[in-house]
Every structure is written in structure tokens, then in C-alpha cells.
């Protein structure tokens, strides 16, 4: 089969982390007789820079005629260290969900039996952790009404939602917990926002529609403090964008690494794959940035194509990678692997899983097997 994806590296780290994600599409496009068209093109610091816009028209037109979108990272220092900045990195990502109607962002939040004494949890805590983040993603706060003073001394920003933006991303969860252990919990403040009550009504009328799904609510400072103490007890969390924000990148510390986490923005007719980690800008360059969430995120978009068993071969690689320790600094620091071995390892088990401890010992060699 054919697909054309549209390829935006970006800022920081995610050139050298995206490049580690198309190999790993192209081990399986030769693996599984696929061919994958890539066309790249900027988004983010590196497009101000050039174009003055962060999301320029034609990386906006190459997105909406693709069949998906494979992002690295955005952000740089210099526009982080200026709050006066008129132009930002992040107004690329946030207009680009918002042309493509990106409405709904999948976080998977795995606790990795390798990983385990990473995390700064107990393992008996998070052991078992499997946990899939909805969040509503194209409303709410982000995207309400912002207003300064003259004096510039108070300062508003205006928070809407309407039933047909929950309805929307509430169905993708439910649907999701019918796979999974059919069991939904919404995160709101519904005891002090309206837009929370209406969270909590338009959900509650919807679970009618699921009935083998067990539907449980948690005001989000308690959801934050739960995420903590036992976050096993999670299966599907289905919640707004500000506090989806948050909440997801609590999670994050659950699995010992945020180079693990993938991250997925899905609407009707486009969706986005990008790792959550950021630019990360202090590794660009030194080639030790962990390239697993940015290859997780590409089995994430063979998921979205129906490519599943594709999908599940470079789950299967990533890991075989933790297993035998082919891990980046973040998880090993006493035997680290630069990212682009982390890459060629992950792309070489692909093509050759029966050879695979062979493989093991070529790499420690320095021998990669990939011609």
C-alpha cells in the first residue's frame, strides 16, 4: 500500500528524533511491501525564522492532502526567554490543530517492567500501569477569549466549551474503553465550572449510549493526587485541554521516561503523531536525545492507517531495545546508545527479529547490520 505523510521535524531535538521514526517506517514499509511517500515541512522556530510565519500556507496545505502527519517538537530559547515575543513557536502547533480540526489528543501511558526503577514512584505503585489520556484539544481556555488592560495590570482569558466539542471526543473515549477494561473516568471541576457541569452532563447522557462502559468522575485536583497514589486504578481518562495538559504530563513520570511517550491528535479527517517531549533544545545536535517516543508515535500512526500488525512489530522493537538495554542516556547512563543507534537498532530488529541477539552484539561493536 501507498501513503503520503507529511513529515515536519521542527525545533530542537526533532529532526534527529523524527529521522529515527522514519527508519522505522521504512524497515517496515520493506518488511511488510508498503511504501510511504515523505514530504517535509517547517513548522515552529525553525519557520519563523524563515518565512516569519510559524505555520506557513504550504506547510498547511501539505498537511490537509496527506494521510498523515509525522511531528518532532517545537519551541526554541529564544522565543521561551522572551514573554514579549508577538510571533511564537507554539502559535503554529495551536492554529495547525485548530485548521486541521484536531480535536482529540491520545496520550498512552504505559509503566515499562524495564523502566520501572526510573520512575520516581514505587514500583508496587505503578507496576501494571496502563493508562489511556483523552483530552479535548481545539477548545476550552487555549483558545477563549484573551484581554489585557490598558494599564496592563489585569488580565482575562475566557473559557468555552460547547455539547458538540465534548460529544465529539467523549465518543472516541468511550469507544476506546470498549476495547480496553470498560472503564471511563472524566476529569472536571464540575463543583466550580459551568463548562465542567456542562462536561458532566453531556457525558453522563452519553454513557446511555455505552453501557458496558463503567463511567466514574473526579474533580482534577484529586484525579492529580489518584495519578499519584494509584494509578492503576485508571484505564481511560477522558478530560478538557487545560486540564489534559496537566494531568497528561503528571502521567508522563509514571513510565520513567518522557522519551517513551507518544502522543497522538486525531480528527475526522486528518491526525498528527508527534512524541510529547518537547525540543528539548540543550541535546540538539549532541545525538543522545531518546528517539523511542518519536518511533512509538509512528506505530501509533500505522495504527490510524489499519496497519496494525505494522504497528505492533515496532511496539515488539522498542521493547526488545529495553530489554537488552539499546536505551539512550535518559534510561542508561552507564552503557548509552547515541539516538541514531537507538534508530538503527529498533529498524534492524524490524527486518531481522530472528537474528536479533546477533544484531545485539554487531551494535555493541559498532557493527550495525543495516546496509
Known sequence: MKFNIAVIPGDGIGPEVIEQAKKALNAVADVYDHTFLYKEALMGACAIDKTGNPLPDKTLTLCKQSDAILFGAIGDPKYDNDPTAKVRPEQGLLRLRKELGLFSNLRPVKAYDKLIKNSPLKEEVIKGTDIAIYRELTGGVYFGIKELSDDGKIAFDGCSYSEEEIERVA????????????KLTLVDKANVLETSRLWR??????ATQYPDVKLEFLFVDNAAM????????????????????????????????IGLLASASIGKENALFEPIHGSFPQAKGKDIANPLASILSAAMLLEHLGLHEEAQTIEKAVEKSLELGITTEDINSEKAFSTSKV???????????????????????GQITII
Do not use: W
Open 343 to 365: 534508530g538503527d537498532f529498533i529498524a534492524d530488529y524490524i527486518q531481522h527479529q530472528e537474528d536479533s541477539n546477533l544484531n545485539f552484539q554487531n551494535i555493541h561493536m
Open 171 to 182: 465518543h472516541l473515549a468511550f469507544k476506546a474503553s470498549q476495547t480496553r477494561r470498560k
Open 226 to 257: 489518584q495519578l499519584i497514589l494509584n494509578p492503576k486504578q485508571f484505564d481511560v481518562i477522558l478530560t478538557e485541554n487545560l486540564f489534559g495538559d496537566i494531568i497528561s504530563d503528571e502521567a508522563s513520570v509514571i513510565g520513567g521516561s
Open 201 to 206: 452532563k453531556t457525558v453522563t447522557n452519553l
